[in-house]
């Protein structure tokens, strides 16, 4: 009686033919689950892809490989394009020492050593009115001197070298800077450094001035791998005309200050980057690397009181004087 009856003997059957259909649809889901889970895999993590991507890719559309294998005609049409583009990103460069005369120029430079351009304009103007010739600084009580001086820092050995180089001038020269290389650098405190500037910018004669940024500069384009002044001196100068020398200078010292600076290059908002093989080492991120920028680059003053009108029409602002805020 039990197989005949509709409902005891068909349920079992019913539920046999049942079993296989949930099964099969749970497996379908199971699959249909983890073909979907494959499927968004990689769009659930796509940070550390988009990280590579990212970190590869100023290498390949920002700056060359370093050159290595640079030929000699190769590193000269390099040197020479970043002077150009430099050119064109500081058309008013100068230098950032305040001067009207020779010997301003000369004192100024002597006194920059250790200190900044900004910290001598802030002082000079004070020594120059109360000794404003080789003469009167010559004759000059040492103590007054190193007084005035003493924002400079090692005020006392600086007091000795102006002293000192304002007596060789009416001495030897009849109170006049001169114009030549090996008389300058025979005067007390004065280097081949202090001569270039002498020359290039009072006296037109051209000339490097290897300061410490034209040296870290050179070095991370890759110039020259020199670290002796006179050396760097030389192999820089032999890719380069001597007309191009003075303002040469200029721009990378600007340069050097304003965004590639030697803690923290501001590699992100460099206009030179394309061609040069240290980018990377500094700030890449370009807002990141704004922030970075000093003087009229970041809206800020300059170091000179008194700078070029040039460089007050390209937005930059003089720097406050000594005691000024």
């Keep these: 009686m039990g197989e005949q009856s509709p409902g005891g003997g068909k349920k ?9 259909v949930k099964k099969t649809a749970s497996v379908k889901k199971a699959a249909s689950v983890k073909k979907t889970a494959s499927v968004k895999k990689p769009i ?4 550390k892809a988009t990280a590579s991507v ?41 230098p950032e020492l305040d001067f009207e005369n020779p010997f301003q120029l000369i004192v100024a430079t002597v006194l920059s050593a250790q200190t900044t351009d900004l910290r001598v304009n802030q002082t000079t103007p ?30 006392r050995a600086k007091t000795r070298s102006v002293i000192g180089l304002s007596k060789a001038l009416v001495e030897e020269f009849g109170g006049e800077v001169p114009g030549r290389l090996a008389d300058l650098v ?17 006296f037109g004669h051209p000339g490097l001035t290897v300061d410490t940024h034209f040296q ?11 670290t002796d002044p006179d050396k760097i001196e030389a192999a820089v100068g032999a890719l380069f005309p001597k007309s191009d020398w003075t303002m040469l200078s200029h721009y990378v010292i600007f340069h050097g200050r304003r965004i590639c600076h030697a803690r923290k290059p501001a590699c992100g908002a460099c206009p030179i980057a394309p061609l040069c093989p240290a980018y990377g080492e500094g700030e890449t991120d370009p807002e990141k690397a704004k922030k970075l920028l000093k003087y009229e680059k970041g809206g800020f003053p300059g170091q000179r009181l008194k700078p070029p009108q040039a ?3 390209a937005g930059g602002k003089p720097a406050p004087p000594l005691g000024a805020g």
């Design 311 to 313: 460089y007050l029409d």
């Design 186 to 202: 025979k005067l007390p405190g004065v280097g081949r450094k202090t001569a270039f500037v002498v020359l290039g910018n009072a």
């Design 54 to 94: 990212k970190k590869a890719a100023p290498a390949k559309t920002v700056a060359p490989k370093t050159p290595k294998s640079e030929s000699r005609t190769a590193l000269v049409r390099r040197a020479r394009r970043i002077n150009r583009e430099l050119a064109e990103v500081y058309p008013y460069a100068h």
């Design 126 to 155: 004070a020594l120059f009115a109360k000794y404003p010739t080789p003469e009167d600084l010559a004759a000059a009580n040492p103590e007054e001197v190193e007084e005035i001086l003493r924002p400079t820092g090692f005020f």
């Design 12 to 20: 079992p059957a019913k539920a046999a033919a049942k079993a296989p």
């Design 44 to 47: 659930v993590a796509p940070e």
């Design 216 to 226: 870290r500069l050179v070095r991370r384009w890759q110039w020259t791998t020199e």
